[in-house]
C-alpha cells in the first residue's frame, strides 16, 4: 500500500491543535539533563551540525518507556513507496515498505538505525548512533529529535517519505497468529508524509494536505493510548 491508498475513517474525537516550541534546541520541560545529546549545559546545539532534521510527535497519554517509538525515513526519491506499519507479526516486528533509515524510542533511550533489506529479503537493522539532539519524556506525551541530515543522507537527496509508528511490542515469528496493536500517520497508518528537505521549511499536522485529513486521537485500542499519535511536526534547517 501507498500513502494514498486509505479506507477507513478516523475513529474517536477531533484533536486541538497544539503549540509547539521553538526548535532547534532540548525541547519542553520536563527533561532529564541526560536528555540532551552532545550539548552543551543550557541545552543549545553545537554548530557543527550545519543541516539539521528536527522531528516530533505528540501521543494521545504519557510516553509508555516500554513501548516502542519510530520515525521511519526513506531518501530513495520514490514517492510511491515508503515506511508502514507491519500489521502482522514478522520481519523486524514493527515496519515494512521502504526505508533506509530510523529512529527508535524504547526504554528511556534514543538509537538510529540503518535499515537495509538484502537480496533474499531478509533485513540487516545496524545501529549507527544516537540523534545530535533529543528529548526524554518525563510523565509527557511528546517525542523530539534532531539529526544531522548530512550523516544519514546525501547530498544529492531532496526529499524524503517519513511515517510515525507506534507499538506497544516486537513480534518478529510470522507463525504467531496475531493483529499487532499499532499506530501510524493517517486512519489506517499508511498515510506516510512526502516532504522536500532541500530547503528551510516546516511541516505540520495543522497544514500538511492529507488526501484524508489531518492527524487525530482514536485510532489505537482502548488501554492504549500512549501509541496514539495525534499530533506531528517536521523542521528542516538549511545552513
Known amino acids: 500500500m501507498t500513502r494514498t491508498e486509505v479506507s477507513a475513517t478516523k475513529r474517536g474525537r477531533p484533536r486541538g491543535w497544539l503549540r509547539w516550541p521553538a526548535v532547534g534546541v532540548c525541547l519542553s520541560a520536563p527533561v532529564l539533563v541526560a536528555g540532551c545529546a552532545k550539548m552543551p549545559p543550557g541545552g543549545v546545539l553545537p554548530s557543527t551540525a550545519v543541516n539539521r532534521l528536527i ?9 509508555n518507556d516500554s513501548f516502542y517509538y519510530f520515525i521511519a525515513l526513506d531518501d530513495n526519491g520514490n514517492s510511491a513507496d515508503g515506511p508502514l506499519p507491519l500489521r502482522r507479526p514478522g520481519a523486524n516486528g514493527w515496519g515494512t515498505g521502504s526505508f533506509s533509515t530510523f529512529v527508535q524510542y524504547h526504554f528511556r533511550q534514543y538509537q538510529v538505525f540503518s535499515h537495509v533489506v538484502n ?12 540523534p545530535f539532539g ?32 507506534t507499538t506497544n511490542e516486537i513480534i518478529r515469528d510470522p507463525n504467531i497468529n496475531v493483529d499487532k496493536i499499532f499506530d501510524g500517520l493517517g486512519p489506517t497508518g499508511n498515510t506516510y508524509l512526502t516532504v522536500p528537505i532541500n530547503i528551510n521549511a516546516v511541516y505540520d499536522n495543522l497544514t500538511y494536505p492529507f488526501p484524508s485529513g489531518r492527524e487525530q486521537a482514536g485510532d489505537a485500542p482502548p488501554t492504549y493510548e500512549a501509541l496514539d499519535i495525534v499530533d506531528w511536526r517536521i523542521e528542516i534547517q538549511r545552513g
Open 134 to 165: 533529543f528529548t526524554v519524556p518525563s510523565g509527557t506525551n511528546q517525542l523530539s529529535v534532531t539529526l544531522n541530515l548530512d550523516n544519514y543522507f546525501a547530498s544529492g537527496v531532496e526529499r524524503l517519505d517519513i511515517n510515525f509508528i
Open 119 to 130: 537480496p533474499d529479503n531478509s533485513i540487516t537493522e545496524t545501529p549507527v548512533d544516537q
Open 55 to 63: 522531528l516530533s510527535m505528540v501521543l494521545d497519554a504519557p510516553v
